[in-house]
């Protein structure tokens, strides 16, 4: 089965070559051709990999990565023509997953995408897809479905639902969940964490007065009901 990819490369002729090579592969394949535009796409589609220049209009590859590397653990291959090793050095440190010099072979990075891709299928298990009821939070592809339809949110609210869906029935403090979604130094509110769950339980639940799935436990946080539909005493 095919694999979702993004590719954001300002040369339209290169970018178009690039597609060919992969749809070959049997993969979809969405070009761009500038950095903002690139975010764009990265966010609202969640691609499987994205093949990066670093070389772009707008926002240049080098933020692209750093942005999305603090949103989400897409696969990224970079392509430049610098070629010395500081830069090949800083693209790796900002989180790139591989590298590719200009002028580069089409089949080179086929095969390179063929890699990372088998890389990720290796550690990606079945127990990524995390069920509760009708809700499906799939870990590995940082997706959310309600009774098989695709719920889109935000990386922050993805972090929060995954770590409460993770163990059904438990309390998480406020606290715990900010560090979920923010990092350990991230300075942020308990109140951050009522918005993300008043906006989660907007896209999930059917009624977000009456929640199935996210619940309140009054005076310490919130918890995924363990069997979704039935209210107990917290």
């Known amino acids: 089965m095919g694999a979702r990819i993004l590719v954001a490369e300002d040369d339209v002729k290169q970018a178009e070559l690039v597609r ?15 950095g903002r535009t690139a975010l764009d796409e990265a966010r609202r589609r969640r691609p499987d990999l ?8 707008r926002v240049d590859g080098l933020d692209v990565c750093r942005i999305l590397r603090t949103e989400s653990d897409t696969p990224i291959i970079m392509l430049t023509a610098r070629s010395t090793e500081d830069d090949l050095l800083l693209g790796l440190d900002l989180g790139a997953d591989d590298y590719l010099t200009k002028p580069y072979s089409p089949r080179e990075l086929v095969a390179r995408v063929r890699t990372i891709l088998r890389r990720v299928d290796r550690h990606r298990s079945a127990d990524s897809r995390l069920r ?3 809700l499906v939070v799939d870990t590995a592809r940082h997706q959310v479905f309600v009774d098989g339809r695709e ?5 922050a609210e ?17 606290q715990k969940l900010l560090e979920q979604a923010f990092g350990f130094d991230h300075y942020a ?14 896209k999930i639940e059917a009624d977000p007065a ?14 995924m009901a363990d069997r979704p539909g039935v209210r107990d005493a917290s």
């Open 151 to 155: 719920i889109d949110v935000t990386p």
């Open 189 to 202: 509110l308990d109140r951050t964490v009522d918005v993300h769950v008043m906006n989660l339980r907007r």
């Open 50 to 57: 994205l093949v990066l220049d670093v070389m772009m209009p």
């Open 210 to 223: 009456a929640p199935a799935f996210l619940l309140t436990v009054y005076g310490v946080g919130y918890k």
């Open 158 to 174: 993805f972090k929060i639902l995954a770590c409460l869906a993770a163990e059904p029935g438990r309390v998480f403090p406020r």
């Open 20 to 34: 060919r090579y992969l749809e070959r592969e049997g993969h979809s394949v969405v070009v761009t051709h500038d």
């Open 132 to 134: 509760i009821g009708d």
